[in-house]
Nanobody
Framework: QVQLVESGGGLVQAGGSLRLSCAAS????????MGWFRQAPAKEREFVAA????????YYADSVKGRFTISRDNAKNTVYLQMNSLKPEDTAVYYC??????????WGQGTQVTVSS
C-alpha cells in the first residue's frame, strides 16, 4: 500500500491556474496507476484524470480535457494535476488515488479547490 497526501489547493479566480501535487510514501509507487477525482458539495465523486504506472498513458474526463494535465515523477513519488483555465464548476475537493489491483483502493485526504467567478 501507499499513503497519499495532496497539496496545492486554494482559492483562484476563474481563468486562473493551480497545480495539485500528490506525494506518496512507499517504495512501490512506481508500480501504481494513479488518478485524480473530485467531489463538489452535494454531488457524487467523479473521475478527473488518470495516468498509467509508466506515465505512458493518460486519460481525462471530457469536462477537463484540454485544460488539465496529469503527470508523474516516479523518482519523487509524486503525481501532479496542472489545472488551467479554471471555471467555477471546477470547485470541489480533489483527491488522488492509487491502484495496483485494478481498482483505486488507496486514497488521500483531499485538497480543496475553489474557483471564484
Amino acid at each position: 500500500q501507499v499513503q497519499l497526501v495532496e497539496s496545492g489547493g486554494g482559492l483562484v479566480q476563474a481563468g486562473g491556474s493551480l497545480r495539485l501535487s500528490c506525494a506518496a510514501s512507499g517504495r512501490t509507487f512506481s508500480s501504481y496507476d494513479m488518478g485524480w477525482f473530485r467531489q463538489a458539495p452535494a454531488k457524487e465523486r467523479e473521475f478527473v484524470a488518470a495516468i498509467s504506472w509508466t506515465g505512458g498513458s493518460t486519460y481525462y474526463a471530457d469536462s477537463v480535457k484540454g485544460r488539465f494535465t496529469i503527470s508523474r515523477d516516479n523518482a519523487k513519488n509524486t503525481v501532479y494535476l496542472q489545472m488551467n483555465s479554471l471555471k467555477p464548476e471546477d470547485t470541489a475537493v480533489y483527491y488522488c488515488a492509487g491502484s495496483n489491483t485494478g481498482k483505486y483502493d488507496n486514497w488521500g485526504q483531499g485538497t480543496q479547490v475553489t474557483v471564484s467567478s
